[in-house]
């Protein structure tokens, strides 16, 4: 998995930052499989 395309560094960031959004007040998480949630060592 360390391999994989970082979708969160890649593309989310990104496109928030480019639409100026700082923050984000929360996160809705529809399960907790690992396509879905990841934890960020």
């Given at each position: 998995?360390?391999?994989?395309?970082n979708?969160?560094?890649?593309?989310?960031?990104p496109?928030?930052?480019?639409?100026?959004?700082?923050?984000?007040?929360?996160?809705?998480?529809?399960?907790?499989d690992?396509?879905?949630?990841?934890?960020?060592?």
């Amino acid at each position: 998995m360390d391999n994989e395309f970082n979708v969160g560094e890649k593309t989310l960031i990104p496109y928030l930052l480019d639409r100026r959004i700082k923050k984000i007040d929360y996160v809705m998480v529809s399960h907790f499989d690992s396509d879905h949630c990841k934890r960020a060592d």
